[in-house]
């Protein structure tokens, strides 16, 4: 059974850090590709940032230079580090897989708030 865990979100001032983390179970990890995603009140779910099996990033362009996705094969872990958070950055934010996505299938995410 494929599981995506995140967790490591919070409440934090504007310009502060958080790292989130997922923790993935029931699928090849090294072989995978990885997507953060968030979705704030009222929008539509986000790509934020995605990680290749080569470790080969790419992100949205409002988020570059502040966030980093990387991955630890032996953990099975994906982490989105985030810095000079923003109240924009204010949403659920989910880890996911090609597979997943293209299923709709999504965890119970993990919840960013940045006060304005």
């Known amino acids: 059974q494929v599981q995506l865990v995140e967790s490591g979100g919070g409440l934090v001032q504007p310009g502060g850090s958080l790292r989130l983390s997922c923790v993935v179970s029931?699928?090849?990890?090294?072989?995978?590709?990885f997507f953060w995603y968030r979705q704030a009140p009222g929008q539509q779910r986000e790509m934020v940032a995605s990680?290749?099996?080569?470790?080969?990033?790419n992100y949205q362009a409002s988020v570059k230079g502040r966030f980093t996705i990387s991955r630890d094969v032996a953990k099975r872990m994906v982490y989105l580090q985030m810095n000079s958070l923003k109240p924009e950055d204010t949403a659920d934010y989910y880890c996911?897989?090609?597979?997943?996505?293209?299923?709709?299938?999504w965890g119970q995410g993990t919840r960013v708030t940045v006060p304005s």
């Open positions: 029931g699928m090849m990890f090294d072989a995978n590709s």
């Open positions: 990680i290749s099996s080569a470790d080969n990033t």
């Open positions: 996911s897989t090609p597979a997943e996505i293209l299923r709709d299938s």
